[in-house]
């Protein structure tokens, strides 16, 4: 690669393109793409950058074909040559939005996602602090084959294993039991080790559309999964209760729903839970798996939902469908 490498960064909205607004009482979006390309250092992060202003939206406003859209933008630059691509978001979704494109982006050149948790015109912001250190992991070559990944407030974490913790402070994501992959201290990215993934599917998909999660809470769903089996859906995520347990009164609109050929992926609502069949009872997983349903192993719901979108739009069906969501 040249001393100078070659690195797109894309603008998709998020808070790190917001300042506060008297008129409206709250923060917007304001910034455009030049506006903060001025806080980049370029000179020091020894790089050449393109910018692509592509959205200024909250992340909060995407949906699955609108981040597909922008994955496709991604797949062009470096089709085009880029080496590294670094994307300015909303933290709301950031983590399903990287998710989504670490499924299928089979590119060893990086991509790395950003954003900030406090705007750039309020004290203590991190937007300027996290741009940089974005650019400078896109630009790095040890961040090459490593996937997705997320870089906020100095540290770089895998798509695969991030999740938001908390809304108000800037160190807000976290893998939890597993910490980040790699960290920034000052100019130098270190790799602390390498994350594991699923094999990204290397032709473009578009996934499915219509995937629903349903919580299992103390009593409650049950309405809601009624409901369900009247509609036109894709497919369906229970994030249920510990190993994979639910309410036995959400068996019959299961049932029904798996009858009609809508494949139900079964995953657990505990942060870092996993899908076990240990249990007997009705509505336990055991039961689940027995009626039809998908097991999701230890996908999060909604890591669960977005693998079964892309598994749907790829075309699998049965027990293709089931390798993948394992795999």
Not at 24 to 50: K, T, V
Not at 88 to 100: Q, S
Not at 266 to 274: E, I, K
Request: charged share 20%; glycine share 10%.
């Amino acid at each position: 690669m040249p001393d100078q490498p070659k690195i797109a960064l894309v603008i998709a909205g998020g808070t790190i393109g917001m300042s506060y607004s008297e008129r409206e009482g709250g923060y917007a979006p304001a910034l455009g793409a030049q506006d903060m390309f001025r806080w980049i250092d370029q000179a020091r992060l020894n790089c050449s950058i393109e910018v692509v202003d592509w959205s200024h939206q909250p992340s909060c406003h995407y949906t699955t074909r609108m981040t597909i859209d922008l994955i496709q933008i991604l797949r062009k630059l470096v089709e085009d040559g880029f080496e590294g691509i670094a994307v300015t978001c909303g933290t709301d979704a950031m983590e399903e939005m990287a998710y989504l494109a670490d499924l299928l982006w089979a590119y060893p050149q990086p991509l790395i996602f950003t954003g900030a948790m406090i705007p750039s015109d309020h004290i203590g912001t991190d937007a300027i602090l996290n741009l940089n250190q974005a650019v400078l992991a896109a630009a790095s070559k040890v961040t090459w084959g490593l996937g997705v990944l997320i870089c906020i407030q100095d540290q770089l974490f895998a798509a695969s294993e991030v999740c938001k913790v908390t809304n108000y402070r800037r160190d807000a994501f976290e893998a939890p039991e597993r910490g980040p992959v790699g960290e920034i201290v000052e100019r130098n990215v270190q790799i602390l080790r390498s994350p594991k993934r699923a094999t990204p599917l290397p032709e473009p998909v578009v996934p499915a559309k219509d995937v629903e999660i349903i919580w299992a809470s103390l009593g409650g769903g049950e309405a809601l999964l009624n409901l369900l089996t009247e509609e036109e859906l894709d497919g369906i995520v229970l994030a249920a209760f510990g190993s994979g347990n639910v309410n036995p009164l959400w068996l019959p609109p299961i049932k029904n729903i798996v009858r009609r050929g809508i494949p139900v992926v079964l995953t657990s609502r505990c942060q870092r839970g996993q899908v076990l069949p240990i249990y007997s009872y009705e509505g336990s997983a055991l039961k689940l798996f027995k009626a039809g349903v998908l097991n999701g192993g230890r996908l999060s719901p909604l890591q669960a939902r977005l693998k079964l979108a892309v598994g749907i739009g790829a075309g699998y069906t049965g027990d293709v469908l089931q390798q993948y969501l394992l795999r």
